[in-house]
């Protein structure tokens, strides 16, 4: 059994599917491949709507008699057998299948900076005697995308940790330029406080942004009413990834550092931060195992670690993307 939103994943393994429909609360089991569930269920939803718009006409027209019968007082029991059938058969029907809520991910303006908002000089880390690079250098110009890219433990993380000030280099620097206004999106979401609301968190990140502002952003990715105030520690994995989005959004950073952004989305959301991503007018430091990301992000330079050799980009490079 897999729960993936890895859709190619699913289209090359599984040969039953079973769909969880919050609309109306059933599971529906479809015994086939990927592709063919996807179009079962197009065509199972397509029909439920065809008899959704014909009940609600038959009820229509039963009130409407039943308002003419109505009038006459011989007619009045007629007239209300009539509207309690109508009820009825309202009331029987599937609530109307909202389209699929995705949230809509928009970076906005970043604040002005200078020319070099990031530099790093000679970083060096070790856990213990485990050394894991030596001597990177980096600079990160006003609007550049740079992706990083190495094996499993290469010590990609390790580098945006040391550039976001998570942690502290053995050696070297990392100079803040003019300016500099930093968003860090932490893979394991240690950005946000677990113990603190949906609400809190967002007020913490964003402390100058009015109520109602935040209230709008928040809306946008999917969080209103009672979810405002729940524990972010308890939000599903898609949940957590677009709760410190929303952060990322409300934080006008020049310069974002993004540690496998589209983890955990599903694949309607992965591909609002990929449009996000595309548009988005500040520098970004990217480390990701999604080559659609890198694609989206159409980054100029690469770092390899863990040698911190510098390269322009190249498309060859995206195999190692699916390799690291
Ligand atoms: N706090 C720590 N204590 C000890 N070892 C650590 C610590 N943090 C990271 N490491 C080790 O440092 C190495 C680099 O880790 P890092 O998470 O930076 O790799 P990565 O390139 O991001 O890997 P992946 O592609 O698997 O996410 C790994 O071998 C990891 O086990």
Redesign the pocket.
Same mark, same amino acid.
């Given at each position: 059994m897999v729960i993936s939103h890895d859709v190619e994943l699913l289209g090359d393994v599984v040969n039953k599917v079973w769909f969880l429909d919050a609309t109306r609360g059933e599971i529906d089991i479809y015994n086939m491949s990927w592709q063919r569930y996807l179009d079962a269920r197009a065509t199972d939803e397509k029909r439920r709507r065809r008899e959704r718009a014909n009940a609600e006409k038959k009820a229509s027209a039963l009130q409407a008699q039943a308002a003419k019968l109505g009038a006459k007082a011989t007619k009045a029991v007629a007239a209300k057998n009539m509207a309690r059938r109508a009820e009825q058969m309202l009331s029987s029907l599937d609530e109307t299948r909202q389209a699929d809520k995705v949230a809509r991910i928009k970076f906005p303006e970043p604040a002005s900076c200078g020319r070099t908002p990031l530099t790093a000089d000679g970083l060096s880390k070790s856990? /213990?005697s485990?050394e894991?690079f030596t001597g990177v250098d980096l600079a990160i110009d006003r609007g550049s995308k740079v992706v990083v890219l190495?094996?499993? /433990?290469? /010590?990609?993380?390790?580098?945006l940790?040391l550039l976001g000030g998570m942690e502290t280099p053995d050696t070297g620097s990392i100079e803040p330029g003019h300016g500099l206004r930093l968003g860090y999106y932490a893979?394991e979401h240690e950005t946000l406080d677990h113990e603190a609301s949906v609400w809190e968190n967002i007020r913490h990140l964003a402390p100058d942004t009015g109520a109602q502002e935040l209230r709008n952003l928040l809306g946008s990715f999917l969080f209103t009413g009672e979810q405002l105030d729940q524990p972010a520690g308890t939000l599903s994995g898609g949940e957590k990834t677009r709760l410190a989005l929303a952060g990322l959004v409300s934080s006008q950073a020049n310069v974002l550092l993004l540690?496998?952004p589209t983890n955990n989305l599903d694949p309607a959301s992965r591909a609002q931060v990929l449009d996000a991503l595309r548009s988005f007018a500040g520098a970004v430091v990217l480390?990701t195992?999604d080559p659609g990301a890198v694609e989206a992000l159409e980054p100029e330079r690469v770092i390899l670690?863990p040698d911190g050799t510098e390269d322009h980009w190249s498309a060859d490079y995206l195999e190692l993307v699916q390799l690291?």
């Open positions: 856990y /213990g485990l894991i190495g094996l499993n /433990g290469a /010590g990609k993380t390790t580098l940790r893979q540690d496998e480390v195992h670690l690291a």
